[in-house]
């Protein structure tokens, strides 16, 4: 009989665990073939067979059976003794047609663009070398100039995980009395068009790098917000439109603090009388408890070495070297929280 070693229970449950960690790129690349195949829109109408599905996508029947029984193994999908697969609450989050899908986050995040740098962690701590440019051959900002259906899956991306928070956000910006809003750096506009829909009189204006502005205004001019929403190009390092609510969201952490100060000086500039800040933003909590803004903070490392992010003492030195100051913070039941300013 074999006797245990003291402790080597411990032992097995501590190697089974970070196996289960090493394992988590294999269940990127899993969903991320899953929100490819749109298996999640097939299933809405019911279960499927893995032939069925792969007859609607003109994919391999027996690869796609095999993708499908590996999302069983995940709890992503469900499977029957007739060998038809269902859907569950997880899978529906990828659906194209629902309000908060992740499809096109998970589509972005697993993309080349993004996990080709975090082949370079090792290099970047070792040595200080970039990354992004290591891995794309330059900066991801003029990589997804050069590669605009990058810049449009990145645009995306951004719009899907405002959709997952954005109720917890919206819910705690007061847009009453705000004439003028702009979304600084806002992509294409996904958390101010949900401040509209709160606020159906709120006005506003989505301000972008030239070239995600030019797409995005077409966007915005087929829809509903058309008759009262601008959209603009520019640099939020020259220049940013003036407004009586200023909206940043997940942008200062793609910067240092040279360039955070320098953004938010041309945001206080743009602030009318009485007007205000949002920044919307993951806040570090303390060492031993830092949350997963922790992990964004190693992305930002390898996509945007620039960037970081920060606990709310480092916020408040930002705001005080830009010349504002901090009225209110909101924690929002997401990863992100609020941090609201005025000039000071």
Known sequence: MVQARPGQGHDVDAHAQLLDMLFGYWR??????????SIADHLAGGPLSAAEVATRENSGTDYTYRLMRAGVAMGVLTADADSRFHTTALLDTLRKDEAKS?????????ATTHWLP???????????C??????????????FERNPDAARLFTGAMASLTGAWAGHVADLIDTTGVA????????????????????????????????VAAE????IGNSEFSGRTAVLGGDFFESVPTGDLLLLKMI?????????????????????????LAIVEMLLGKLDAPGLAALMDLNMLVCCPDG????????????????????????????HSIIEAVAA
């Not at 992740?102 to 697993?110: C, K, P, Q, S, Y």
């Not at 003028?180 to 989505?206: H, K, M, W, Y």
């Not at 408040?316 to 913070?329: E, I, K, M, N």
């Open 180 to 211: 003028r809003a702009v979304d600084v750096g806002g992509g294409n506009g996904s958390l101010l068009r949900t401040l509209q829909e709160a606020n159906p009189a709120l006005r506003g204006v989505i301000f972008d790098r030239p070239n």
């Open 28 to 37: 990127s690349q899993v969903l991320r073939a899953i929100a490819d195949l």
């Open 252 to 276: 200062l952490h793609d910067w240092d603090d040279d360039h955070c100060v320098t953004i938010l000086r041309r945001c206080r500039e743009a602030l009318a009388p009485g007007a205000r």
């Open 130 to 143: 970039d990354p992004a440019t290591t891995a794309l051959g330059t900066d991801v900002f003029t990589y």
């Open 118 to 128: 975090w082949h370079h962690l090792v290099d970047a701590v070792r040595t200080g």
């Open 308 to 335: 970081r992010e920060r606990s709310l003492a480092e916020f408040d030195a930002l705001l005080q070297a830009a010349g504002l100051r901090r009225t209110a913070v909101h924690f929002t039941g997401s990863p």
């Open 102 to 110: 992740l499809r096109d986050f998970v589509l972005a995040i697993t």
């Open 216 to 219: 995005v205004a077409a966007e």
